[in-house]
C-alpha cells in the first residue's frame, strides 16, 4: 500500500508550504459568522475547541504539523436518521437475514 507522504496532493501541499517564503497575515474568524456558515452548510451543531486545552494534548503534535497556525478546532456534528444504522446498506442487512433452506415454508 502507498504512503500517504507519496499522494501528488501531499507532495504538492508540502512543496507549496516550503516555497512560501512570507507567512500569511493572521486573520481572526468571527465565530458566529463561522458557526452559521457550518450550520448553514448542513451541520446539526457546531462548537469550537482551543488547541492548547489538556484534552487536545495527545492530538498536538499532529495538529501542528498539518495545520501550523491553528488555534482552534471545529467540531462539526451532524445527526443521523433516527432509526438507521450507519450499517444499514443493502448488503449488511441482507447479511442480517436467517438462512433458508426451503425447510421454513
Given at each position: ?75 462539526v456534528v451532524c445527526r443521523m436518521k433516527p432509526g438507521v444504522h450507519p450499517y444499514a446498506g443493502p448488503l449488511h442487512l441482507q447479511s442480517r437475514i436467517p ?7
Amino acid at each position: 500500500m502507498a504512503q500517504l507522504s507519496e499522494h501528488p496532493t501531499v507532495k504538492r501541499f508540502y512543496q507549496e508550504r516550503a516555497n512560501t517564503v512570507e507567512a500569511p497575515t493572521e486573520q481572526v474568524l468571527d465565530a458566529a459568522w463561522l458557526r452559521q456558515l457550518c450550520l448553514d452548510a448542513g451541520a446539526d451543531d457546531v462548537g469550537f475547541v482551543e488547541r492548547d486545552l489538556p484534552e487536545m494534548a495527545d492530538q498536538k503534535s499532529e495538529i501542528e504539523n498539518v495545520f501550523p497556525r491553528t488555534r482552534t478546532l471545529i467540531s462539526v456534528v451532524c445527526r443521523m436518521k433516527p432509526g438507521v444504522h450507519p450499517y444499514a446498506g443493502p448488503l449488511h442487512l441482507q447479511s442480517r437475514i436467517p438462512p433458508h433452506d426451503g425447510r421454513n415454508q
